[in-house]
């Protein structure tokens, strides 16, 4: 996984001009304007990293095959990356969904990607929790998808989730848990891929999940309890004003 | 409880969360439950803490990634309990 880290340090200035010219010029995507620009975002972000400089969770909302691309291009510049390399964040993503191809896997594979496949083994699984414990003890980054799928009805799924997230915050409690709610402003919800021209929402919001149980239930309490961190940023989203009209 | 007991028991706490409603039919102590009953990971977590909830014991993670089929619950449950 070191080889793996350096390697996508190296290419990062290829690989990440490239993903950000999908971004810009085919997708023609955007952050929304209104009261937070991209720059607002970043800023963040940067200032939560320095606050939060250890390992951490970004616990995002799922809803389209590239939310993990989309947030990385939102998050941070080319140069941010670069200048601070602890920025950039492992992904997850679904085996049977990027590894058919070689090219796809080579691209994973110097994206930072640790592939997880649902359904597998519990030492298939287990296996797979290894590597990004491995990632967290070196004070890296995993950007996860809390609910384990993509949700099918375009909403934060509060009654059918993964324990995955809590699994891991019982074995590095002091991961700092970042919430990310993300999603298109004209499209936005269940898709493979969002239709060129979208424009996105995101809120982050750093999140201490506390709870006095123990093991498997702790690991249920803390992922329920960032659940529904989702669902309370996924509900000012679609607030008062009427959702898609509520843009910052 | 003896061991037939715990199965019906078993069966009973994981038909809730098994997708494949045909497998249940067909239900015995060889069914996988993740590929059989296609109960997903996060589910079995349930179908453990239940297992500790209705047979008052503890499970450790270790024993709990080792269920693989109804038969490893009912004899690991069988275990505990004594």
């Known amino acids: 996984m070191n080889l793996q880290k350096a390697m996508s340090y190296c290419l990062l200035l290829i690989l990440d001009p490239v993903v950000r010219a999908l971004y810009y010029f085919h997708f023609r995507f955007s952050v929304n304007g209104g009261k937070t620009t991209l720059k607002d975002i970043r800023e963040k972000y940067a200032e939560i990293r320095k606050a939060h400089p250890g390992p951490m969770l970004i616990c995002t909302n799922h809803l389209t095959y590239i939310d993990s ?3 990385a291009v939102i998050l941070s510049s080319t140069w941010g990356y670069i200048s601070h390399l602890s920025g950039l964040a492992w992904n997850l993503p679904e085996r049977k969904n ?3 191809k070689f090219i796809y896997r080579l691209i994973c594979y110097l994206g930072r990607c640790i592939p997880v496949e649902r359904g597998a083994s519990p030492a298939d699984a287990r296996q797979v929790t290894n590597q990004m414990l491995y990632v967290l003890r070196k004070k890296g980054i995993i950007s996860i998808f809390p609910e384990g799928k993509r949700s099918r009805d375009g909403l934060v799924d509060d009654k059918d ?6 699994q891991l ?8 848990v970042l919430c990310v709610y993300m999603r298109g402003t004209k499209d936005g919800g269940f898709t493979h891929f969002p239709k060129k021209g979208e424009s996105y929402y995101m809120d982050l919001s750093v999140y201490k999940p506390v709870s006095d149980l123990k093991g498997l239930r702790r690991a249920r309490d803390i992922s329920t309890q960032i659940i529904s961190r989702l669902k309370e940023m996924e509900t000012n989203y679609f607030g008062s004003n009427g959702g898609l009209a509520k843009v910052h | 409880m003896n061991e037939s007991e715990v199965y019906e028991k078993v069966v009973g706490l994981i038909k809730p969360y098994a997708k494949n409603q045909d497998a249940l039919s067909s239900i015995s102590s060889e069914s996988n439950i993740l590929e059989d009953l296609e109960v997903n990971s996060a589910r079995l977590v349930d179908i453990v803490l239940a297992f500790e909830d209705d047979f008052d014991i503890e499970v450790e993670d270790d024993d709990a990634d080792a269920i693989i089929t109804i038969g490893d619950a009912v004899k690991l ?3 505990k309990i004594g």
């Open chain 2, 77 to 79: 449950i069988c275990t």
């Open chain 1, 69 to 71: 691309l989309i947030q």
């Open chain 1, 98 to 100: 990027f590894y058919h």
């Open chain 1, 169 to 176: 915050l019982n074995e590095i409690p002091d991961a700092s």
């Open chain 1, 161 to 166: 989730f993964s324990y995955g997230v809590g």
